[in-house]
Every structure is written in structure tokens, then in C-alpha cells.
């Protein structure tokens, strides 16, 4: 495949920044989206340019750390993430833009790669629980119904990635939240801190610099991980449920 | 995420009035001593208890502290929102829903036309017959003029797209929403729309028609 690659590159973050145009040629559909930019990298290195920066770790879609949007869209075309993308998504002569997330809680640090955080401090404030440490506690002492265990499970499996941010038009963060709130919330072990976590990651959110939910839906349909748009409202439920109780 | 819940809870106190108005006007249908009297009893509320006209001022205070309420964090909410996101993308796609879009300018045409359908049929200010106790003949009058049908139309149109959008958001605000339940609320919120649409509708269409003269 030949393609022709418009990417966002930005020295620093005083930078202004704009979209660079870049060709790449032999590009094997099995390649994945990170490959791709991995070979125009080379290419810009023998060339004596400076490479694209972009994050990545793992590039088995489960870190988080890798997300760019690609044509419009966090994670591109395919409900993944960008490691797990391949490039058969995508057709031979396509023109691709690929751009940083977007959103004022997480500034440009350079190229694509943003500075997120902020998510760091949301879960600071109340992503997770307060166990007596010592020796590991017997695996039956603490019963929890199946249901529950789904629950907390579907939740568990976001990855921090900040698509639901970079899709929001308020660059909202409310997806990302409420999942690791009703992770937590719904389990005995993180009963004694039901109503402080989701006061207080709310508040860290709100002090971050993310904007409100308007129920657009836009983060639900970006997520790698399939968090549903009700989350959100299973959030605000805990919410108007601690403000009750306190 | 308080505002949030100012803007869902008047939102919904607007939309009881709301249901309740549109089938107080379906009494047009009835003919001019019949809809005159509606009018008339509403002023009789809560007699003997309240006072004349007591009740009607108790509900228009609370509906208008409900329209400011939404307006005020309608516009701090919004102003956030916007400076969450400085930056936009070169590459736009928009998958949002017309209503979820319009939400916004679709609040203030609504507002500004709640200011002039008071002016209209409350004060009588700008309507075209304007005699007090005669509700049925003044709508009429209103009707034939065509851009009155014009301003009442488009208005009704914004209202019906901002509730189908609104209803379900308050929904999710206010925690109503959970996987089972989230379809049923998406129906209701667009039954909802499409009949408080459609009942406002009839009116200036039945006058423009001839139907109600
Ligand atoms: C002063 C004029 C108005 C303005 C500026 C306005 C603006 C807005 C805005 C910006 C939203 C946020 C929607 C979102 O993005 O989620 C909203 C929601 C809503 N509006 Fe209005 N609106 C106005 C009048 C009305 C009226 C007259 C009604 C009554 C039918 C109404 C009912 C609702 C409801 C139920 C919601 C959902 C609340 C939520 O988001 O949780 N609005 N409005
Ligand atoms: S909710 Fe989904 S999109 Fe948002 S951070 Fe978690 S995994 Fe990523
Ligand atoms: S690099 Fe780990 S999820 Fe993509």
C-alpha cells in the first residue's frame, strides 16, 4: 500500500504546530497502525529528520498508553486501539490525518503525544481501596455475587487510553470516571469508600480541566474497551446517592 | 455535575407544564366558550383556599425561576465545555445527532420565544387583537397573520428537537439510565417530542386551515 500521511508536529508545547505531509510506500496491510508510523519513522531518521513522536508500550491494546486520532476519529476507523488497528482498515492511495488527542486537561507535549496526567490525579483522589496489608487474605473471606463481579469487570477493563476525552466535544471525562468509580463501587471491597471516591474524583476531575457531560455519546463509541454510555448515569446515580448521604 | 442537575430538574418541571399546556390548548378544538372558560377556571385554582389568581402567580414564578435557572447553567456549563476543548481537529466528523447538536441554539430561540409568546398572549403587548378574557379570539387573530405562523412554528420545531434530546439527557443526569432501561427512555424521550410537537402544531395549523375561526 502507498499512502499519504498528514500528521500533527509540534516542537514543544509553546509550539504552535501544524499538519506535516509525509508519503510512505510498501506498507503490508498486516502492519499495524504503529508499524506504519514505525517504517516512516525510519525513513525520517535516515533522512536526517527529527522522527514523530507518539506513545506506545505494550502494542497488545491493553497499556493505554498509545491513542492518536486518526482521520477524525480516537483510535481511527476501528473500535480499538491504535496498536491493535491494522492497516488492511485502511485503502491503497488513502490520504490519512493523524493528530494528537485534543483537549485542554491534556496539553500537546510534542507530535502526538499528550501529556494525560490528569487522569493520574483523578485516580489519586479515590480510584482505589484501603486493605490491611500483611499476609494475602483467603480468597473466600469475602463473598461477591456474580453479577457484581461482571459488573466491576466491565469497568476494570478500561485502559486509561483518554479516547473517550479525545472524541468528547467538551473534552469530558466522564466515560474514563465512571468507570473506574462503578468499578469500585460495586464491590465489598470498596464499600467503606462508596461515597468519598465518587465526591472526590468528581471534584478531581472537575479541578482538572475536562468539561461536562451533554450525553453525546461520542466517548462510548471511541472506547477500545466498550464502556457503555449508561456508565455515565450509573456515576451520576453514586453521585446524587453520596450528596444524600452525606 | 450539580448544574447539571439544576439544568435536568428544570428541565423536567418545564416539560410537566409543558404536557399539561399543550392539552389545555387542544381545547381550542371545543370551540370559543368552552376554551374561554378553561381560561377562565385557571384563575379559579385553589379557591377557595388561594386567593384569585394566586395559583397562576405561584406557577409562573416557579416556571420562570426554572427558565432562569436552566438559561444561567445552560451558559456556565456550555462556557466550560468550550474551554475544555481549545483546540479543534483539522479532520471534523461529526456523529452527534441533529438534536444533540442543536441543543444549544436551539435553548435561546426557544427562550427568546417564550419572551414573546407572553408578550403575545399573556400581556397581549404585540398581539394583533389583544382583548383581555378572550383568549380564543386573539389566538385566532394571531394565527391568520403568516409570519406569526412563521416565528410559533419554528419555535415549536426547536422545542420538539431540544426535549427529544433533553429528555433522555436528564434522564442519564439524574442516574435513570441503565442498560436495560436505556432503549425504553430513548422512545419515551422521542414519543414524548413527536406528541408535544404535534399538539402545539395543530393549533396554528388548524387556523391557517380554516378549521378553528
Ligand atoms: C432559556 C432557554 C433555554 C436554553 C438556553 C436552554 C439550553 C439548554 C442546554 C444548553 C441544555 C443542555 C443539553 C445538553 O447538551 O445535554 C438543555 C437541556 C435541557 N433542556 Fe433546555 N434550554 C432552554 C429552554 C428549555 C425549555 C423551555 C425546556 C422545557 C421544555 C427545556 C428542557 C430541557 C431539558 C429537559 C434538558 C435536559 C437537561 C440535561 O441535560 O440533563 N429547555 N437546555
Ligand atoms: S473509558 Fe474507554 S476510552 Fe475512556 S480511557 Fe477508559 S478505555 Fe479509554
Ligand atoms: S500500546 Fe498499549 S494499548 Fe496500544
Known amino acids: ?246 | 455535575m450539580g448544574k447539571k442537575a439544576v439544568m435536568a430538574g428544570t428541565g423536567v418541571v418545564m416539560l410537566l407544564f409543558l404536557v399539561v399546556h399543550m392539552l389545555g390548548n387542544l381545547k381550542i378544538f371545543f370551540g370559543p366558550e368552552n376554551f374561554n372558560a378553561y381560561a377562565a377556571w385557571l384563575r379559579t385554582i385553589g379557591e377557595p383556599v388561594l386567593h384569585e389568581s394566586w395559583y397562576l402567580w405561584i406557577q409562573r414564578t416557579g416556571l420562570l425561576a426554572c427558565v432562569v435557572l436552566h438559561g444561567v447553567a445552560a451558559y456556565q456549563l456550555s462556557r466550560r465545555d468550550l474551554a475544555a476543548r481549545p483546540a479543534k481537529y483539522v479532520h471534523k466528523q461529526s456523529r452527534a445527532s441533529y438534536a444533540t447538536r442543536t441543543m444549544r441554539w436551539g435553548g435561546v430561540i426557544v427562550g427568546l420565544f417564550i419572551v414573546w409568546h407572553i408578550l403575545d398572549l399573556t400581556t397581549l403587548t404585540v398581539n394583533p387583537r389583544g382583548q383581555a378574557g378572550h383568549p380564543y379570539e386573539n389566538v385566532v387573530a394571531d394565527f391568520r397573520v403568516w409570519w406569526v405562523d412563521v416565528v410559533y412554528i419554528v419555535a415549536i420545531l426547536a422545542l420538539g428537537l431540544h426535549i427529544r434530546h433533553g429528555f433522555w439527557s436528564a434522564a442519564q443526569t439524574l442516574g435513570a439510565v441503565n442498560k436495560r432501561r436505556d432503549r425504553a427512555l430513548k422512545t419515551t424521550a422521542t414519543v414524548l417530542a413527536a406528541v408535544l410537537t404535534a399538539g402545539f402544531l395543530v393549533v396554528p395549523v388548524a387556523v391557517m386551515s380554516g378549521l378553528v375561526d
Not at chain 1, 499519504?4 to 506498507?27: C, F, N
Not at chain 1, 482498515?89 to 496526567?117: C, H, M, N, Q, Y
Not at chain 1, 478500561?158 to 466522564?174: E, F, L, Q, R, Y
Not at chain 1, 462508596?194 to 461536562?212: C, I, K, P
Open chain 1, 1 to 246: 500500500m502507498n499512502l499519504t500521511l498528514r500528521i500533527w508536529r509540534q516542537h514543544s508545547p509553546e509550539d504552535k504546530g501544524a499538519m506535516v505531509t509525509y508519503r510512505v510506500e510498501d506498507i503490508s496491510p498486516d502492519m499495524s497502525f504503529l508499524e506504519m508510523l514505525d517504517v516512516l519513522n525510519e525513513e525520517l531518521i535516515l533522512s536526517g529528520e527529527e522522527p514523530v513522536a507518539f506513545d506506545h508500550d505494550c502494542r497488545e491494546g491493553i497499556c493505554g498508553a498509545c491513542g492518536v486520532v486518526i482521520n477524525g476519529q480516537a483510535h481511527g476507523p476501528e473500535r480499538t486501539t491504535a496498536c491493535q488497528l491494522h492497516m488492511r482498515s485502511f485503502k491503497d492511495g488513502d490520504t490519512i490525518d493523524v493528530e494528537p488527542w485534543r483537549a485542554a486537561a491534556f496539553p500537546v507535549v510534542r507530535d502526538l503525544v499528550v501529556d494525560r496526567s490528569a487522569f493520574d490525579r483523578v485516580i489519586q483522589a479515590g480510584g482505589y481501596v484501603s486493605v490491611p496489608t500483611g499476609s494475602a487474605p483467603e480468597a473466600h473471606a469475602t463473598a461477591v455475587p456474580k453479577e457484581s463481579a461482571d459488573y466491576a469487570f466491565e469497568h476494570a477493563e478500561c485502559i486509561g487510553c483518554g479516547a473517550c476525552v479525545a472524541a468528547c466535544p467538551n473534552g469530558s471525562a466522564m466515560l474514563f470516571t465512571s468507570a473506574k468509580i462503578n468499578h469500585l463501587n460495586v464491590l465489598p471491597q470498596g464499600a467503606p469508600e462508596r461515597e468519598t471516591r465518587v465526591l472526590n474524583m468528581v471534584a478531581a476531575m472537575d479541578g482538572q480541566g475536562f468539561g461536562g457531560c451533554t450525553n453525546t455519546g461520542e466517548c462510548a463509541t471511541a472506547c477500545p474497551k466498550g464502556i457503555p454510555l449508561p456508565s455515565i448515569a450509573a456515576m451520576n446515580r453514586e453521585y446524587l446517592r453520596a450528596l444524600r448521604k452525606r
